[in-house]
């Protein structure tokens, strides 16, 4: 018996996301929240023969609520995407207020609820998730997630096309660590589980790594103003969320990366940050999932110079990102 609710739920993530949601068979309970068309859209799918009772709630009489109650997972891409020439960081003029908005609603309702937050810029707005439930004393932050699992299905493709075969790409595994924006996003290509090969020069090497960084680019520039990657998307945060409802479900730990708080595993974290060389409060990492939440913080490893130079650029980026998120103060949206 689970509880999926998608706040953001009829745009170009949330409808595909929810689709998907709607056909785990574990999801006996699908709410649906927006600012827009949520009625139709869970009018629709409610109509698909699998077990989730299906709801659509707008914001008048209390929807919000209404729609978190009793909620055991809160996937959240509500808010504005890029255009080309918009940066993540610009969209947290819009996205920052928004996610507080919903945070503080979550809170309230379901402050229990593992919180899957996918609004960009994720390196921010995962901050200013666990600052709304620090101020009302419920931050728990092994229950807090900033969804990257996008960068690691990229890294897989890219990796599957690279050895000539996109069949390989649903076994092709790459760590992808840091954060989600740019040189925050660093693969570690050196431990793909299918090794590249071996006449892999410096240069393809960098070219690589670079197309997974920026993969988000091809996808804005390709549909040219009209948004980011929603179809690929929906399909990583459906696996990610199905992760999570499957460690809820099954009592079962589960492996999977995300953007965590690393006080979810002091232990684990501590051993991350040395790692690092720096003390940073999140960092996106595989981290080991159970029914109450992040168990474990699993250790980078062994590293390459490149891949060690990499989290040495990304390191000061995501430092300002995450200090813009926590210090955040609520005032009105200005326009991207
Ligand atoms: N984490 C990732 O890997 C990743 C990948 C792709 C996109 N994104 C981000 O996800 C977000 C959504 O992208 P999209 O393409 O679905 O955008 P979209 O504009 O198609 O959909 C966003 C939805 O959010 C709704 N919304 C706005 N304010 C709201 C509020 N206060 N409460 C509830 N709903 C609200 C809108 O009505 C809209 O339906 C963007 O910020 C984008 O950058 C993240
Ligand atoms: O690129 C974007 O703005 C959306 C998303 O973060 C992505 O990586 O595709």
């Avoid at 666990?130 to 101020?135: C, D, F, N, P, R």
């Avoid at 690092?276 to 109450?292: H, M």
């Amino acid at each position: 018996m689970v509880k999926a609710v998608v706040l953001g739920a009829a745009g170009g993530i949330g409808q595909p996301l929810a689709l998907l949601l709607k056909t785990n068979p574990l999801v006996t309970e699908l709410g649906l929240y927006d600012i827009v068309n949520t009625p139709g859209v869970a009018a629709d799918l409610s109509h698909i023969a699998t077990p989730a009772k299906v709801e659509g709630y707008l914001p008048p009489d209390s929807g919000l609520a209404k729609t978190l109650k009793g909620a055991d997972v809160v996937i959240i891409p509500a808010g504005v995407p890029r255009k080309p020439g918009v940066t993540r960081d610009d969209l947290f003029k819009i996205n920052a207020g928004i996610v507080h908005d919903l945070a503080q609603g979550i809170a309230a309702t379901a402050p229990d609820a593992f919180v899957l937050v996918i609004s960009n810029p994720v390196n921010s707005t995962v901050p200013i998730v666990a600052e709304v439930y620090k101020k009302l004393g419920k931050f728990n932050p092994k229950r807090l997630f900033g969804v990257t699992t996008l960068d690691v299905v990229r890294a897989s493709t890219f990796v599957a096309e690279t050895l000539g075969d996109l069949s390989k790409s649903t076994e092709v595994v790459v760590p992808v660590v840091g954060g989600h924006s740019g040189v925050t996003i660093v693969p570690l290509l050196s431990r793909s589980s299918h090794p590249l090969p071996t006449a892999f020069d410096t240069e393809k090497l960098e070219a690589l790594t670079k197309r997974i960084q920026f993969g988000g680019d091809e996808v804005v520039k390709a549909k040219d103003g009209n948004g980011s990657a929603t179809l690929s998307m929906a399909y990583a945060g459906a696996e990610f969320a199905n992760k999570i409802i499957k460690a809820l479900s099954g009592g079962e730990s589960l492996i999977a990366p995300s953007y965590v708080h690393l006080d979810a595993d002091k232990e684990g974290g501590a051993a991350l940050k040395k790692e690092i060389g720096k003390e940073l409060d999140y960092f996106s990492t595989n981290v080991q999932i159970g029914p109450d939440g992040v168990e474990k913080i699993l250790p980078l490893g062994k590293l390459t110079d490149y891949e060690r130079q990499l989290i040495g650029s990304a390191v000061p980026e995501l430092t300002a990102n995450i200090e813009k998120g926590a210090t955040f103060q609520r005032t009105p949206a200005a326009k991207v």
